[in-house]
């Protein structure tokens, strides 16, 4: 069965690692969208994901066009949104029944990825969760080596 590789992303570097993982793997991509786009400039969007955070809020988002019991691999993309993964995706992964599928995930953020990976864990009952990546960017700058990322990527279906 193919791969599928889902994502969030705001600013864009998400989009980027999943395309760049598909480029690599092949395998369908989805991209997850907020019902109502963030609006305003980056400090006023940073603020309103802090506040969705601690609330714990999930945004209403868009039908993806796969049908995730299609897939026994996922690879889930998320910008990383204070110290967890963004509202968006924590709408997606409850939304949807994990268990008995394998997770791979990709945390991109400015170098505070938190408790990312663990929240991921907690959120895929009865799914088999692999390490994740922790892919740090500077505002649009990779930091993290492309090196790095395709040894990870070179690990996915072993
Ligand atoms: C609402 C918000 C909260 C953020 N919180 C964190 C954080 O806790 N730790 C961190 O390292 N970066 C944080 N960032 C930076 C993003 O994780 C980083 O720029 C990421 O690569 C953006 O991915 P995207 O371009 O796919 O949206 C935050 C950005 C936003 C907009």
């Known amino acids: 069965m193919k791969a599928l590789i889902v994502y969030y992303s705001y600013t864009g570097n998400t989009k980027r690692i999943a395309q760049m993982i598909q480029n690599d793997?092949?395998?369908?991509?989805?991209?997850?969208?907020?019902?109502?786009?963030?609006e305003g400039d980056y400090n006023t969007v940073v603020d309103q994901g802090h506040e969705e955070v601690k609330r714990g809020f999930m945004p209403q988002?868009?039908?993806?066009?796969?049908?995730?019991?299609?897939?026994?691999?996922?690879?889930?993309?998320?910008?990383?949104?204070?110290y967890t993964f963004a509202p968006a995706v924590k709408t997606f992964l409850n939304n949807n029944d994990f268990?008995?599928?394998?997770?791979?995930?990709?945390?991109?953020?400015?170098?505070?990825?938190?408790?990312?990976?663990?929240?991921?864990?907690?959120?895929c009952t009865g799914a088999n969760?692999?390490?994740?990546?922790?892919?740090?960017f500077n505002e649009?700058?990779?930091v993290t080596s492309e090196n790095e990322i395709k040894k990870w990527i070179e690990k996915i279906g072993d």
């Open 61 to 82: 988002i868009k039908p993806l066009n796969v049908n995730i019991k299609d897939y026994d691999t996922v690879i889930l993309g998320t910008p990383v949104w204070w």
């Open 140 to 142: 649009s700058s990779l």
């Open 25 to 38: 793997i092949g395998g369908d991509i989805a991209e997850i969208e907020t019902v109502v786009p963030y």
């Open 129 to 136: 969760v692999k390490p994740g990546i922790n892919i740090r």
């Open 99 to 123: 268990s008995g599928k394998t997770i791979y995930t990709f945390a991109t953020n400015g170098g505070w990825i938190g408790h990312t990976f663990k929240d991921v864990s907690n959120a």
